[in-house]
């Protein structure tokens, strides 16, 4: 396994912030199967919330978003999407956007110089063009 030396980070005295964006969201009807096997009796079903985190570097005063989590209008994703979301009986369930939450704390969202999607999925993308 490389050091952090081999791979060229500078060392560094400094830390970064970093905060929970809890926009509410959650799955109605996410069963367990496609995460757990075997099913559980009792526990067909999870809460799912999906997180995204703000990260803020105090000396440098520069501001990242990690993950997005779901756009709130869901419900108007391409029809491919819909249709593996319906196939699942998971319904999302997303009071706010992560810009909501944003503003509702008082950062201002052209402050964030970028976004950091862990990967693909729906749960994670959510709307960078709101930011």
């Excluded at 757990?36 to 703000?54: K, N, R, V």
């Excluded at 909501?100 to 709307?127: F, M, N, P, Q, R």
């Amino acid at each position: 396994m490389a050091s952090p030396l081999d791979l060229h980070i500078p060392s560094s005295t400094s830390t970064v912030n970093v905060s929970i964006i809890d926009t509410g969201t959650t799955f109605k009807g996410l069963r367990t199967t496609p995460f757990i096997e075997p099913e559980i009796p009792g526990h067909e079903y999870m809460a799912a919330p999906c997180f995204s985190f703000l990260i803020q570097h105090p000396t440098q005063n520069r501001t990242l978003v990690f993950d997005l989590g779901i756009k709130k209008d869901w419900n108007n994703w391409p029809k491919p999407l819909l249709d593996g979301i319906s196939a699942s009986g998971a319904i999302p369930i997303v009071p706010k956007d992560v810009r909501e939450v944003l503003d509702e704390h008082g950062i201002d969202a052209k402050t964030i110089e970028g976004v950091v999607w862990s990967h693909s999925h729906l749960d994670h993308v959510g709307d960078v063009f709101d930011l």
